[in-house]
Protein backbone atom coordinates (compact mmCIF):
# COMPACT_ATOMS: atom_id res chain seq x y z
CA UNK A 1 0.00 0.00 0.00
CA UNK A 2 1.75 3.33 -1.35
CA UNK A 3 -0.59 6.19 0.53
CA UNK A 4 0.59 9.58 1.37
CA UNK A 5 -0.70 11.00 4.74
CA UNK A 6 -2.02 14.49 4.19
CA UNK A 7 -2.30 17.21 7.47
CA UNK A 8 -6.11 17.40 6.99
CA UNK A 9 -8.87 14.93 6.40
CA UNK A 10 -10.17 14.46 2.92
CA UNK A 11 -13.92 14.12 3.69
CA UNK A 12 -13.93 17.09 6.56
CA UNK A 13 -10.92 19.28 6.26
CA UNK A 14 -10.22 18.52 10.27
CA UNK A 15 -6.55 17.89 11.04
CA UNK A 16 -5.33 14.15 11.56
CA UNK A 17 -2.50 12.14 13.18
CA UNK A 18 -0.81 9.25 12.86
CA UNK A 19 -1.47 6.45 15.36
CA UNK A 20 0.65 3.92 13.87
CA UNK A 21 4.47 3.89 12.46
CA UNK A 22 5.51 -0.16 11.18
CA UNK A 23 8.74 -0.68 9.92
CA UNK A 24 8.82 -1.97 6.47
CA UNK A 25 11.72 -3.84 6.66
CA UNK A 26 11.60 -5.32 9.93
CA UNK A 27 7.51 -4.65 10.35
CA UNK A 28 8.09 -3.60 13.90
CA UNK A 29 5.20 -0.95 14.86
CA UNK A 30 4.55 1.79 16.93
CA UNK A 31 1.35 3.28 18.27
CA UNK A 32 0.43 6.33 19.69
CA UNK A 33 -0.59 10.33 18.36
CA UNK A 34 1.63 11.33 16.22
CA UNK A 35 1.26 14.72 14.75
CA UNK A 36 1.78 15.31 11.40
CA UNK A 37 4.99 18.23 10.59
CA UNK A 38 2.97 21.73 8.69
CA UNK A 39 4.39 20.36 5.14
CA UNK A 40 1.77 17.62 5.32
CA UNK A 41 -0.44 20.13 5.11
CA UNK A 42 0.23 21.75 1.47
CA UNK A 43 -1.72 20.43 -1.33
CA UNK A 44 -0.11 18.38 -4.45
CA UNK A 45 0.37 21.35 -6.74
CA UNK A 46 2.24 23.23 -3.26
CA UNK A 47 4.54 20.79 -2.81
CA UNK A 48 5.45 20.55 -6.55
CA UNK A 49 6.07 24.08 -6.01
CA UNK A 50 8.12 23.90 -3.32
CA UNK A 51 10.19 21.13 -5.42
CA UNK A 52 10.55 23.45 -8.11
CA UNK A 53 11.66 26.35 -5.84
CA UNK A 54 14.58 23.92 -4.27
CA UNK A 55 15.19 22.42 -7.86
CA UNK A 56 15.88 25.77 -9.63
CA UNK A 57 17.68 27.01 -6.14
CA UNK A 58 15.44 29.65 -5.75
CA UNK A 59 15.73 31.28 -9.37
CA UNK A 60 12.15 32.76 -10.02
CA UNK A 61 13.17 32.98 -14.19
CA UNK A 62 13.76 28.88 -14.19
CA UNK A 63 10.28 28.43 -12.37
CA UNK A 64 8.42 30.58 -14.57
CA UNK A 65 9.94 29.13 -17.30
CA UNK A 66 9.42 25.48 -15.84
CA UNK A 67 5.43 26.36 -14.88
CA UNK A 68 4.66 28.84 -17.77
CA UNK A 69 3.58 31.27 -15.53
CA UNK A 70 4.60 35.37 -15.15
CA UNK A 71 6.84 35.90 -12.22
CA UNK A 72 3.72 38.03 -9.94
CA UNK A 73 1.83 34.41 -10.43
CA UNK A 74 5.28 32.26 -9.39
CA UNK A 75 5.70 34.82 -6.41
CA UNK A 76 1.97 34.46 -5.45
CA UNK A 77 1.66 31.46 -5.45
CA UNK A 78 5.01 30.73 -3.03
CA UNK A 79 3.28 33.34 -0.96
CA UNK A 80 0.65 31.01 -0.53
CA UNK A 81 2.57 28.13 0.92
CA UNK A 82 4.58 30.37 3.19
CA UNK A 83 0.95 31.06 4.34
CA UNK A 84 -0.04 27.70 4.33
CA UNK A 85 2.98 26.71 6.46
CA UNK A 86 1.87 28.83 9.29
CA UNK A 87 3.89 32.78 8.50
CA UNK A 88 2.26 35.56 7.80
CA UNK A 89 2.68 37.12 4.55
CA UNK A 90 2.28 40.69 4.02
CA UNK A 91 0.32 41.07 0.58
CA UNK A 92 0.71 43.88 -2.33
CA UNK A 93 4.18 44.94 -0.26
CA UNK A 94 7.18 44.75 -2.14
CA UNK A 95 10.50 44.73 -1.18
CA UNK A 96 12.47 46.73 -3.75
CA UNK A 97 15.90 45.60 -2.95
CA UNK A 98 15.19 42.03 -3.70
CA UNK A 99 13.50 43.35 -6.95
CA UNK A 100 16.97 45.02 -7.73
CA UNK A 101 18.71 41.95 -6.61
CA UNK A 102 16.90 39.62 -8.60
CA UNK A 103 17.39 42.32 -11.91
CA UNK A 104 21.27 42.33 -11.60
CA UNK A 105 21.25 38.80 -11.00
CA UNK A 106 18.83 38.22 -14.39
CA UNK A 107 16.32 36.77 -12.58
CA UNK A 108 13.69 39.32 -14.21
CA UNK A 109 13.97 40.83 -16.91
CA UNK A 110 13.79 44.46 -16.62
CA UNK A 111 10.15 44.83 -18.08
CA UNK A 112 9.12 42.16 -14.59
CA UNK A 113 11.12 44.72 -12.66
CA UNK A 114 9.04 47.55 -13.65
CA UNK A 115 5.76 45.49 -13.43
CA UNK A 116 6.59 44.55 -10.15
CA UNK A 117 7.53 47.74 -8.77
CA UNK A 118 4.47 49.28 -10.56
CA UNK A 119 2.10 45.81 -9.60
CA UNK A 120 2.55 46.81 -5.94
Do not use: W
Amino acid sequence: MDLEVRGNCPLCGGETYVTRYQCTQCLSSIEGEFRLNKFSKLTDEQLHMVELFLLHRGNMKEMEKALGISYPTVRNKLEDIVEALGHKVKKGEVDREDILRQLANKEITTDEAVELLRYH
